[in-house]
């Protein structure tokens, strides 16, 4: 016996065509009503490659290439430099602390736990600072001297890093490497905003040390002869 539902279920199908709705047996195609156009949107490839076409024939693309590559060199040479670095008027030296809190697990590819999340990790507990970093303003003279004739208590030179400056006209007169640091991220992360600034290592700790030197052909901004006693 069919249960009350399957039978109501069953009367109302069978009722349908009845009450006016077709069943798929009488589905007919009813045409098309209303006036239909087609797709009047340009190809958006195609603008953009006749656009090419049109400046290259007309040698504005040979133009904006080299505008680019005009950029990118003045780029190279002489970087955009570090906003609001003044030179240093007297010694000041502080200790700053390169340890990090670990946010997550750090593992290795085949999930080996390298430092848990929380651990306290200090870089140089493992390792050592290679060559004291020395930060200066290329366009001083002075600085540029004074960086090429500092060595460490190793007798080894210096990493020179410019927070302004043309490093490649540098590299070209000394024959030695300088570096650029771009977009100021260790300036940031150290705190500096005086050169010269000497960068070394203190056991664990970087010690950070405003060294103020004399250019003598800028009398504006000769440094003091304050000093600030070393932590």
Known sequence: MMRPTALLLAATLAALPAAGIPSVASARDLGVRGATWPVAEPDLLAQIEARLIEMERSGALARLEEEARASARRKLEEPDPLPGIAPATRERSRLWDPAITVARDIRTADGALIAAAGTRVNPLERTTLVRDLLFVDGRREAEIAWALAHEDE???????????????????????????????????????????????????????????????????????TGTEGKE
């Open 154 to 224: 190793s007798g080894r030179p210096a990493k020179i890093v410019l927070l302004a400056g043309r490093p490649l006209d540098l590299m070209r007169q000394y024959r030695r490497p300088f570096f650029f640091d771009q977009g100021g991220r260790l300036a940031a992360r150290f705190g500096l905003r005086f050169t010269p600034s000497l960068v070394e290592q203190a056991g664990t700790r970087l010690r950070i040390t405003e060294i103020p030197v004399e250019n003598r052909n800028d009398p504006g901004s000769e440094a003091g």
